[in-house]
Antibody, heavy 124, light 110 residues
Framework: EVQLLESGGGLVQPGGSLTLSCAAS????????MSWVRQAPGKGLEWVSV????????YYADSGKGRFTISRDNSKNALYLQMNTLRVEDTAVYYC?????????????????WGQGTLVTVSA | QSALTQPPSASGSLGQSVTISCTGT?????????VSWYQQHPDKAPKLMIS???QRPSGVPDRFSGSKSGNMAFLTVSGLQAEDEGDYYC??????????FGGGTKLTVL
């Protein structure tokens, strides 16, 4: 059974930093691209970032470019999202999600498994 | 890139059918056959219901179907059941490993 378990959320002040983690199990982690998707309270879904199975390629939505860094450790079956210079508008539940392989188009076919999410609150 | 456009709400009676639309542009929905649909129940993670416009993942009832015409995509739920109530989101590949979501549609089963 595929399992994705996020952790690391919490309360942080504007301008602060936070690193989210996602522990994966039940599948060959290195064979899948992995993404972060967030959902502000009462709002819709927003794609944040994706990283290839090898970790060699990564892409970001404009909202996180230059502030967020996605990474992975395939030896630990772990996905990370380092978030710097956080803003109030970054407040959201952050989900990690598995992306079925589709060649170079890592997010093309969407996400077939999701974690339960971790809440990040940016507030003074 | 702007979010895809979905109606805020939709409704149908038990056993009936309902169709939810998702409007994009030629740079996303119209340019690729990579539209996905997700179902989300309150305080739960989204669940993939349709991928690549019309493909149902294993375990998704065949009451759920997807289609596309030009810059619009559609999710049809036939034979509505109470458990189908929830929020539905479309997403589309937008090139260069960029993905955009719709704003979501709240489906009410009457």
């Amino acid at each position: 059974e595929v399992q994705l378990l996020e952790s690391g959320g919490g309360l942080v002040q504007p301008g602060g930093s936070l690193t989210l983690s996602c522990a994966a199990s039940g599948f060959t982690f290195s064979s899948y691209a992995m993404s972060w998707v967030r959902q502000a309270p009462g709002k819709g879904l927003e794609w944040v970032s994706v990283i290839s199975g090898s970790g060699g390629s990564s892409y970001y939505a404009d909202s996180g470019k230059g502030r967020f860094t996605i990474s992975r450790d395939n030896s630990k079956n772990a996905l990370y999202l380092q978030m710097n210079t956080l803003r109030v508008e970054d407040t959201a539940v952050y989900y990690c999600a598995r992306a079925p392989p589709r060649g170079a188009r890592m997010v093309a076919v969407g996400f077939d498994n999701w974690g339960q999410g971790t809440l990040v609150t940016v507030s003074a | 890139q702007s979010a895809l456009t979905q109606p805020p709400s939709a409704s149908g009676s038990l056993g009936q059918s309902v169709t939810i639309s998702c409007t994009g542009t030629s740079s996303d929905i119209g340019g690729f056959n990579y539209v996905s649909w997700y179902q989300q129940h309150p305080d739960k993670a989204p669940k993939l219901m349709i991928s690549e416009v019309s493909q149902r993942p294993s375990g998704v009832p065949d009451r759920f179907s997807g289609s596309k015409s030009g810059n619009m995509a559609f999710l049809t739920v036939s034979g509505l059941q109470a458990e189908d109530e929830g929020d539905y989101y479309c997403s589309s590949y937008a090139g260069s490993n960029n993905l955009i979501f719709g704003g979501g549609t709240k489906l009410t089963v009457l």
